[in-house]
């Protein structure tokens, strides 16, 4: 499978403020990008996700922002709540490249603090 | 609507002793199903994945083994454990129709000792 390179690693942040975690991916038949949220002991859960035909997408405080040319995307999370902590996960996938799964990046632990 | 189950929550067992993972889907047919790993790390590695009865796909090759006995469900085995087995593993279905939106269990944490 292509790569999806995630940063930071980690990412402190004030509440308010606004975090941005960046991915990377190299395959350009990739045509589905979604981001996951992750609580400890809990298994991923979808929270947005962007086709290449739009450059953002907006749910709530959450933001994509998607850079085809140069093949990036990134997550912006606006007023940021410490309920936000979590790890996040960017992926990508090649939807009519056959049923082997997302490819996830490595994600970034997500500190909101108070 | 869709559910995904997967159990137990959490399995301690010992270095050489079997296991077996199980996961179901609820509310849908024929859905790809996936098994995933996570290790200590965050990572997320593709393991197995299914498109259908009794077709499994091997992403990584290793000492667990998977099936799929029915539509709706996936299993993962090992035949003996190894303390480098040790993770978190999940489950996850997406639709055969639209693969987008993948749906992940609540995952089962394995302490091998």
């Known amino acids: 499978q292509q790569q999806v390179k995630q940063s930071p690693q980690s990412l402190i942040v004030q509440k308010g403020g606004i975090p941005i975690i960046n991915c990377a991916y190299e395959?350009?038949?990739?045509?589905?990008f979604p981001w996951y949220q992750q609580f400890p002991g809990k298994g991923p859960a979808l929270l947005i996700a962007?086709?290449?035909?739009?450059s953002e997408k907006k749910e709530g405080r959450f933001t994509i922002s998607f850079n085809k040319s140069a093949k990036q995307f990134s997550l912006h999370i606006m007023d940021s709540q410490p309920g936000d902590s979590a790890t996040y996960f960017c992926?990508?996938?090649?939807?009519?490249?056959?049923?082997?799964?997302?490819?996830f990046g490595k994600g970034t632990h997500l500190i909101i603090q108070p | 609507s869709q559910t995904i189950h997967q159990w137990p929550a959490t399995l301690v067992q010992p270095v050489g002793s079997p296991l077996s993972l199980e996961c179901t889907v609820e509310?849908?047919?024929?859905?790809?199903l996936y098994w995933y790993r996570q290790a200590a790390g965050r990572g997320l590695q593709l393991l197995f994945y299914?498109?259908?009865?009794?077709?499994i796909s091997s992403e990584v090759p290793q000492n667990l083994s998977a099936s799929r006995p029915q539509d709706r469900q996936f299993i993962l085995s090992s035949k003996k454990l190894l303390l480098s087995d040790s993770g978190f593993y999940l489950c996850?279905?997406?639709?055969?129709?639209?693969?987008?939106?993948?749906?992940f269990g609540s995952g089962t944490r394995l302490t091998v000792v």
């Open positions: 996850a279905w997406t639709s055969t129709r639209e693969m987008v939106g993948y749906t």
């Open positions: 395959n350009t038949a990739f045509d589905y």
């Open positions: 962007i086709r290449p035909d739009v």
């Open positions: 992926a990508a996938t090649d939807q009519g490249g056959g049923a082997d799964g997302l490819t």
């Open positions: 509310g849908t047919s024929n859905p790809n």
């Open positions: 299914s498109v259908g009865i009794g077709q």
